[in-house]
C-alpha cells in the first residue's frame, strides 16, 4: 500500500479533531476528501506534512512502507510527500527561483541523482511557469511577498510541477480563486498526474472536481469519513450540503438522508 492511514486520533489543545479516521491510497489514485468547517481536512494534512502542533493520540500512517511518525519534515518531503497549503507562507528576503532551485538539487541529490545545471534548470522553470500564467517578473520576488491569492495558489502549484511529488496534498487549493485561475491551477495538476503518483485533494466545494476528476470522494463529519463512493458524491454535497451525511449508533454504518 502506498498511503496507509489506519484508526488516528490526533488532538490540539484537548480538543480531538481526528477520530479513528482511517483511508487508503494507491500509486496512480486521487482521492477528494470534503467536509464542513471543522471535520479535521487540514488538521490531516498538516499531520502528513509533519507540523508538530498536534498530538498524536493513536493510529499510524505507513507511506512507502516507513511509519510517517518516525520522520520528520524535511525527510518527509524527500521522500516525495508535498504539501500545498491552504493560506501559503510569505517568506521575505528568499527569493522564488534560488528557492526552487535549491529544492529540486536537494531532491535530485537524495535521489543519488545529478542536479540540473543552471540552463535546463531556468528552461524547465520557464515552461512551467508559462503554463501556469507565471511571468518571469513574478519569479524575481520573495516569496509569496505581495501576492494575490490566486498568484500564491499559483505558485504552490508551480512549485509542485518542478518537485514533481510522488504524494500532493492540495488543501483547499480552489479557495478564493476565481473561475480562469481555478482553471489554470487545475490544468496543471493534470498535466502532472500519472500512473506512479497520487493526490489528496481537500476541498469544500464540487466545483473543484469539475476539472479534476477523483477515484474516489470522501465525505468527512467530526473527525472521521462517513462516506466514500465516486464523483456523485460531490453533485450531491453540492445539492443538499453535509447535513444528510451521518453516522448511525456504534456500528459505523453510512446513512444518506
Known amino acids: 500500500m502506498f498511503l496507509s492511514i489506519k484508526n488516528l486520533n490526533v488532538s490540539i489543545e484537548e480538543k480531538k479533531i481526528l477520530n479513528n479516521f482511517s483511508i487508503e491510497i494507491n500509486r496512480g489514485e486521487i482521492h477528494a476528501l470534503m467536509g464542513p468547517n471543522g471535520s479535521g481536512k487540514s488538521t490531516l494534512a498538516n499531520v502528513l506534512a509533519g507540523k508538530e502542533d498536534y498530538r498524536i493520540e493513536s493510529g499510524e500512517i505507513i507511506y512507502k512502507d516507513q511509519n510517517l511518525f518516525d520522520l520528520n519534515i524535511e525527510e518527509r518531503a524527500q521522500l516525495g510527500l508535498f504539501l500545498a497549503f491552504q493560506y501559503p ?8 527561483t534560488p528557492f526552487l532551485k535549491s529544492s529540486i538539487s536537494s531532491k535530485l541529490k537524495n535521489n543519488g541523482k545529478d542536479e540540473l545545471d543552471d ?16 511571468n518571469s517578473d513574478m519569479l524575481k520576488r520573495a516569496l509569496n511577498v505581495g501576492f494575490s491569492g490566486g498568484e500564491k495558489k499559483r505558485y504552490e502549484i508551480l512549485q509542485m510541477s518542478i518537485l514533481n511529488p510522488d504524494l500532493a496534498i492540495l488543501d483547499e487549493t480552489d479557495s478564493g480563486l476565481d473561475i480562469d485561475a481555478l482553471k ?11 500512473k506512479k503518483n497520487s493526490f489528496l485533494i481537500i476541498t469544500h466545494y464540487q466545483k473543484l472536481l469539475d476539472y479534476i476528476t477523483p477515484d474516489y470522494v470522501h465525505v468527512m ?5 462517513v462516506k466514500t463512493g465516486d464523483k456523485s458524491i460531490a453533485s450531491r454535497v453540492e445539492e443538499s450540503g453535509y447535513k444528510n451525511f451521518w453516522i448511525y449508533g456504534s456500528t459505523a454504518d453510512i446513512y444518506w438522508k
Do not use: W
Open 89 to 96: 507562507v510569505e517568506i521575505p528576503g528568499v527569493n522564488i
Open 119 to 134: 540552463l535546463e534548470f531556468a528552461k524547465t522553470l520557464r515552461e512551467k511557469a508559462n503554463n501556469l500564467g507565471i
Open 184 to 194: 489554470i491551477v487545475t490544468a496543471g495538476v493534470n498535466k502532472l498526474k500519472n
Open 221 to 225: 463529519r467530526d473527525g472521521s469519513i
